[in-house]
C-alpha cells in the first residue's frame, strides 16, 4: 500500500473520460422515460385502487424504481459533467485516492462521487498580486472575500498554461556586502499536476518562497559591479550568467512540486538607499578617472606627434628648455578643463 501511495504522488495517471455530451443526452432521455413510468405507474395504482381488486406490486415497482432514477440518481449523474478549456486540467481523487487527471479541452462526464482538488483555488498567491499598500490590501480583502469563497468552489481546474511569477523586491547583500535591492520575474508552468497538487500545500505559495531563497543563494555569490576588475562575473554586468544560474537554482528546488521553470529574469537591480549615494560617487569618480586616463594618453600622443613633426619637417630648432616649455603648455591646453587663455610672448624665454 505504501508503495501505491508513493506512485500516486510522484507519477501522473492521464485518465480516459467519457463523453459529457453523450452522457448528458441519454441522462435527459433516460429521466424522461422514467418520468413517463412514474406517471403511468400512479395511473395504475390509482386505477387498481378504484377497480377495489389487482396487485399493487408491480406499479409500485415501477413507481420506485423510475422516480429514484428521474428524482435521485439523474440528477446526480449531471454532478460527473466536466467542462476543459484549453491547457487545463483537473485532478480527481475519489473518496480520497487519487484516480487520475483529466486533460484536454472538450466536455467530460466521469464519476460523480469524484472530487477535483486545486490547493490555490480561492487563494491570493504571489503571482497574481499586485503591490499595494496594507490600506489598500484590507479595503480590497472586503471586497472580494465573497468572490474568493465562490471561485474556490467551483474553479478546481490546475492551469497547464506558462505563468509569471514576479516577487517584491528584496533587500539582499552581494558578494561584498553591500546591501542591493533586487526583483526577479520567472516564468513557470505545472508539468506534473500529481506533485502539484500531493506533495506541496500550496505549490504557488511554495514557488514564490523557493524563489526568494534562490534568489539570496545567487545574489551572494556575484559583487554588485566589477569596477576597476577585467572579466569578472557580476550582477550588473553578467545578467545572463546569473539569470541561468538562478533558474537551475530554482528547478532544482521545485521539482519535487512538479513546476518547470521555463525563464527567471532579474527585473529590478539598485543599491539600497543608505549606500546608494557614496556608490554614485564611486562610479562618478572611476569614471573621472578612466576619462583623465584616455585624454592624457591621448595628450601625450599629440605632444610626441607635434615634436616628430617639427623636427622632422625642420621648421623651428628647440632646445630642451623650449621643448619642456612646449610640452607644459600644451598639456595644460589638451588636459584642460577650460578653454586655455592665449598669452603672446613679445620677448625671449630666457629673459
Given at each position: 500500500?505504501?508503495?501505491n501511495?508513493?506512485t500516486?504522488?510522484?507519477?501522473?495517471?492521464?485518465?480516459?473520460?467519457?463523453?459529457?455530451?453523450?452522457?448528458?443526452?441519454m441522462?435527459?432521455?433516460?429521466?424522461?422515460?422514467?418520468?413517463?413510468?412514474?406517471?403511468?405507474?400512479?395511473?395504475?395504482v390509482?386505477?387498481?385502487?378504484?377497480?377495489?381488486?389487482?396487485?399493487?406490486?408491480?406499479?409500485?415497482?415501477?413507481?420506485?424504481v423510475?422516480?429514484?432514477?428521474a428524482?435521485?440518481?439523474?440528477?446526480?449523474?449531471?454532478?460527473?459533467l466536466?467542462?476543459?478549456?484549453?491547457?487545463e486540467?483537473?485532478?480527481?481523487?475519489?473518496?480520497?485516492k487519487?484516480?487520475g487527471?483529466l486533460?484536454?479541452?472538450?466536455?467530460?462526464?466521469?464519476?460523480?462521487?469524484?472530487?477535483?482538488v486545486?490547493?490555490?483555488?480561492?487563494?491570493?498567491?504571489?503571482?497574481?498580486?499586485?503591490?499595494?499598500?496594507?490600506?489598500e490590501?484590507?479595503?480590497?480583502?472586503?471586497?472580494?472575500?465573497?468572490?474568493?469563497?465562490?471561485?474556490?468552489?467551483?474553479?478546481?481546474?490546475?492551469?497547464?498554461?506558462?505563468?509569471?511569477?514576479?516577487?517584491?523586491?528584496?533587500?539582499?547583500?552581494?558578494?561584498?556586502?553591500?546591501?542591493?535591492?533586487?526583483?526577479?520575474?520567472?516564468?513557470w508552468?505545472?508539468?506534473?499536476?500529481?506533485?502539484?497538487?500531493?506533495?506541496?500545500?500550496?505549490?504557488k505559495?511554495?514557488?514564490?518562497i523557493?524563489?526568494?531563497?534562490?534568489?539570496r543563494?545567487?545574489?551572494?555569490?556575484?559583487?554588485?559591479?566589477?569596477?576597476?576588475?577585467?572579466?569578472?562575473a557580476?550582477?550588473?554586468?553578467?545578467s545572463?550568467?546569473?539569470?541561468?544560474?538562478?533558474?537551475?537554482?530554482?528547478?532544482?528546488?521545485?521539482d519535487?512540486a512538479?513546476?518547470?521553470?521555463?525563464?527567471?529574469?532579474?527585473t529590478?537591480?539598485?543599491?539600497?538607499?543608505?549606500?546608494?549615494?557614496v556608490?554614485?560617487?564611486?562610479?562618478?569618480?572611476?569614471?573621472?578617472?578612466?576619462?583623465?586616463?584616455?585624454?592624457?594618453?591621448?595628450?601625450?600622443?599629440?605632444?610626441e606627434?607635434a615634436?616628430?613633426?617639427?623636427s622632422?619637417?625642420?621648421?623651428?630648432e628647440?632646445?630642451?628648455?623650449?621643448?619642456?616649455?612646449?610640452?607644459?603648455?600644451?598639456?595644460?591646453?589638451?588636459?584642460?578643463?577650460?578653454?586655455?587663455?592665449?598669452?603672446?610672448?613679445?620677448?625671449?624665454?630666457?629673459?
Amino acid at each position: 500500500m505504501a508503495v501505491n501511495n508513493k506512485t500516486f504522488q510522484n507519477d501522473e495517471i492521464e485518465i480516459k473520460a467519457m463523453s459529457g455530451m453523450a452522457c448528458m443526452v441519454m441522462n435527459i432521455l433516460a429521466m424522461i422515460a422514467c418520468i413517463a413510468v412514474f406517471a403511468y405507474a400512479v395511473v395504475q395504482v390509482e386505477a387498481i385502487d378504484s377497480a377495489g381488486s389487482g396487485s399493487f406490486l408491480l406499479p409500485v415497482i415501477l413507481m420506485v424504481v423510475s422516480g429514484l432514477y428521474a428524482f435521485v440518481f439523474g440528477p446526480m449523474i449531471f454532478a460527473g459533467l466536466k467542462i476543459l478549456k484549453p491547457n487545463e486540467a483537473y485532478v480527481l481523487t475519489l473518496f480520497g485516492k487519487y484516480l487520475g487527471t483529466l486533460k484536454g479541452a472538450g466536455f467530460y462526464w466521469v464519476n460523480p462521487f469524484s472530487v477535483a482538488v486545486n490547493p490555490t483555488a480561492g487563494v491570493t498567491s504571489a503571482t497574481t498580486a499586485s503591490f499595494k499598500t496594507p490600506a489598500e490590501s484590507v479595503n480590497s480583502f472586503a471586497g472580494t472575500l465573497n468572490t474568493l469563497n465562490t471561485m474556490s468552489r467551483l474553479n478546481r481546474r490546475i492551469s497547464l498554461k506558462d505563468m509569471t511569477l514576479s516577487n517584491d523586491k528584496q533587500k539582499v547583500n552581494d558578494q561584498l556586502g553591500n546591501p542591493i535591492i533586487i526583483g526577479t520575474v520567472v516564468i513557470w508552468k505545472v508539468v506534473n499536476t500529481a506533485k502539484a497538487v500531493f506533495n506541496v500545500d500550496n505549490y504557488k505559495e511554495f514557488l514564490s518562497i523557493q524563489c526568494d531563497s534562490a534568489l539570496r543563494n545567487i545574489v551572494r555569490l556575484y559583487p554588485y559591479d566589477s569596477v576597476g576588475m577585467d572579466n569578472e562575473a557580476s550582477l550588473r554586468g553578467s545578467s545572463m550568467e546569473v539569470a541561468q544560474k538562478l533558474r537551475d537554482e530554482i528547478q532544482a528546488k521545485v521539482d519535487n512540486a512538479g513546476l518547470e521553470i521555463i525563464e527567471a529574469r532579474i527585473t529590478n537591480l539598485s543599491y539600497s538607499e543608505e549606500i546608494a549615494a557614496v556608490m554614485l560617487q564611486r562610479q562618478q569618480a572611476s569614471a573621472i578617472i578612466d576619462a583623465r586616463n584616455m585624454i592624457v594618453e591621448g595628450a601625450v600622443g599629440m605632444v610626441e606627434m607635434a615634436l616628430a613633426k617639427l623636427s622632422e619637417n625642420n621648421i623651428v630648432e628647440l632646445d630642451e628648455e623650449r621643448k619642456a616649455t612646449m610640452v607644459s603648455n600644451l598639456l595644460v591646453v589638451l588636459c584642460g578643463n577650460r578653454d586655455a587663455q592665449p598669452v603672446v610672448n613679445t620677448g625671449s624665454l630666457y629673459q
